[in-house]
């Protein structure tokens, strides 16, 4: 897996969580992830192609977390996760994904991005289409974990 593709993410990350909700978030230890199982409570999933590679994008939100941002970002705040923010974590991925690609952009990968789709409940999945490694970097808010998933053919 190409570093490149994969600082744009974090970086995209932390500035939208910063900027659109006013929450910091501090990144762990990255790491392989062998399985399929989110590592949270609602995901958003994104796939990614270029003339060069292809790949996916995930985030994944513990509920905690997930209605502060609702909270934070809108002055709602739900009790569980509902539509209203599963719809919030579908936005979340596109923009975090619109500014990595633009990062990519700027380093000559030209990537057409699909829709993305959310997933919540206990112990979903989440399967990337690629055959890269799936890189695994968790971040620790005041509200809760947010992981992020990153795998890309080459």
Known sequence: MNVEFINPFLTSLVNVLGTMANTKITPGKPRIKKDEIARGDVSGLIGMI???TKGSFSITFEAPLA???MF???????????????DMVGEI???VTGGAKRILADKG???????PVVVSGKDHTISHK?????ILMPFDSD??????EVSFDK
């Open 72 to 86: 934070r970002m809108l002055g709602e705040r739900p009790k569980g996760i509902d539509a209203d923010v599963t």
């Open 109 to 115: 990968y030209d990537f057409t991005m699909a829709t």
């Open 67 to 69: 209605i502060e941002l």
């Open 93 to 95: 991925t596109n923009m």
């Open 130 to 134: 690629s055959e890269g490694a799936k």
């Open 50 to 52: 270029s003339p060069q």
């Open 143 to 148: 509200f809760g974990k947010v992981h992020i």
